[in-house]
């Protein structure tokens, strides 16, 4: 596997409410940012939200904004993604990635987990 597993992910429907969990190995976690990342059939995975080492400072895209909340807990080793009044097209499988610099591109993560899928019904 690889240095994140990630958790949570599951069937909703739409209006309903999920949380993701990734969950790091090693012993370096608070030195990286952290970002969640999705990707549905056929299209690039596009970024959804980051977090900074400290935890303090967040960013969303937009669409977003305001349903989803990114945290994440140092001494557990794990970031989360707390994602209410889901929508169909919020369906995506979603990655947990690490970062040495904030950032928003894809290119930027150089550690990625496997992903977990998420699926919203109408």
């Known amino acids: 596997q690889g240095p994140f597993v990630e958790s949570g992910g599951g069937l909703v429907q739409a209006g309903g409410s999920l949380r993701l969990s990734c969950a790091a190995s090693g012993r370096t976690f608070s030195n990286y940012a952290m970002g969640w990342f999705r990707q549905g059939p056929g299209k690039e995975r596009e970024f959804v939200a980051a977090?900074?080492?400290?935890?303090?400072?967040?960013n969303y895209m937009n669409s977003v904004n305001g349903r989803f909340t990114i945290s994440r807990d140092n001494a557990k080793n794990t970031v989360y993604l707390q994602m209410n009044s889901l929508k169909p097209e919020n369906t995506a499988v979603y990655y947990c990635?690490?970062?040495?610099?904030?950032?928003?591109?894809?290119?930027?993560?150089?550690?990625w987990g496997q992903g977990t899928q998420v699926t919203v019904s109408s």
């Open positions: 990635a690490a970062a040495n610099h904030w950032t928003t591109a894809t290119s930027g993560y150089t550690k």
């Open positions: 977090i900074t080492r400290s935890g303090i400072l967040t």
